[in-house]
């Protein structure tokens, strides 16, 4: 079985604020994209940035077998939502935007609006495998780190908004990551050590970042640390990321104005990370990925053929 998680980019209909201008950039990113699940050949995947459900579906009719597809109804102001592609029989379990109890409202920008939700909605399923027992799976897109500003700005009057509007991004983040735990206790159910759960996407933020270390759980035990391998009580509620199984030269699944960054992220709990037999980014059969370096403007790449972001994956044993 290979778990996956992949950020789209975009994926609109021609037309579209935000989608490609005529048939023939959709058709090429459409035929980008295909190409890729193709050949990664997922299991289930997660996706983030599908625009409009009629053109993942376009997508999937690009692709080989009997695909079945979920997506979240919590779409954000761009109308773009996570999902998943799935090749067994999947059921939803959650569809939330809801921050956790007694998490209040976060400043989301200068003037002192708040955000009670996350901008884009947890997806959670259950999947069904004849072969094994049930999976169940969270797909999500947390707060991104390239800021926005007031009048549909990309770059700041100043250093000080700069400085306020990475601070009301971070807010957020932190927020929909505690929103995110919360939903991963719930699929858990104090149980890791026998419930399968995997918790995947795009998490805009590099494995040692705060709001990615908040949905491990209880600390310690992390791989390629001695305590991996010593049980423990945190075992029945932590989630392990899979990142340390990339191998180096393949660690990061986006390039920011140059550097190499790994935001998109696999996580597993107890029982199914020593499954893991492999993990990586792109393709398992290429080296490193081939990834355009972005830059503070999204709308750069609009209508841009296939994606800005590698797939994340890890084969399970």
């Known amino acids: 079985m290979l778990l996956g998680t992949w950020n789209l980019e975009n994926l609109y209909r021609p037309g579209a604020p935000f989608g490609p201008d005529d048939d ?18 997922p299991t289930v995947l997660g996706v983030q940035e599908v625009g409009e459900p009629e053109a993942l579906h376009d997508l999937v009719g690009m692709l080989d077998d009997d695909w079945r597809v ?5 779409a954000d102001s761009r109308g773009i939502r996570v999902g998943f592609l799935s090749r067994l029989p999947l059921t ?20 002192g609006a708040t955000v ?4 884009r909605g947890f997806l959670a399923v259950e999947v069904r495998s004849p072969e094994g027992p049930p999976l169940r799976v969270a797909v999500c897109h947390l707060k991104s780190k390239l800021l926005s500003y007031p009048d549909g700005r990309f770059q700041p009057r100043d250093e000080g908004e700069r400085a306020r509007y990475g601070a009301y991004a971070l807010f957020r983040r932190a927020a929909e990551a505690a929103a995110l735990r919360a939903l991963a206790d719930e699929l858990l159910e104090g149980d890791g050590r026998a419930r399968d759960v995997a918790v995947l996407g795009d998490l805009n933020d590099e494995a040692q ?22 049980p423990d009580k945190g075992d ?4 392990w990321n899979v990142a340390p199984l990339i191998p180096p030269a393949q660690r990061y699944s986006r390039v920011n104005s140059g550097r190499h960054e790994l935001i ?11 499954r893991a037999a492999a993990a990586g980014t792109g393709l398992p059969a290429e080296g490193p990925p081939r990834l355009p370096s972005i830059g503070p403007d999204p709308q750069e790449r609009r209508g841009v053929a296939g994606s800005d972001h590698a797939p994340v994956w890890v084969r399970l044993g």
């Open 209 to 230: 970042a705060a709001t990615t270390q908040i949905l491990l759980g209880p600390p310690g035990s992390e791989l390629g640390t001695p305590g991996y391998d010593r």
């Open 236 to 239: 029945a509620t932590r989630l």
């Open 24 to 41: 023939r950039a959709y058709d090429a990113k459409l035929a980008a994209l295909a190409a890729v699940v193709t050949e990664l050949d």
């Open 264 to 274: 998109d992220h696999v996580l597993l709990s107890h029982r199914l990370v020593h």
């Open 116 to 119: 009670a939700e996350a901008g």
């Open 70 to 74: 979920a997506l979240s109804g919590h």
């Open 92 to 111: 939803v379990v959650a569809d939330t935007a809801a921050f956790p109890e007694k998490l209040r409202p976060v400043q989301a920008d200068d003037s």
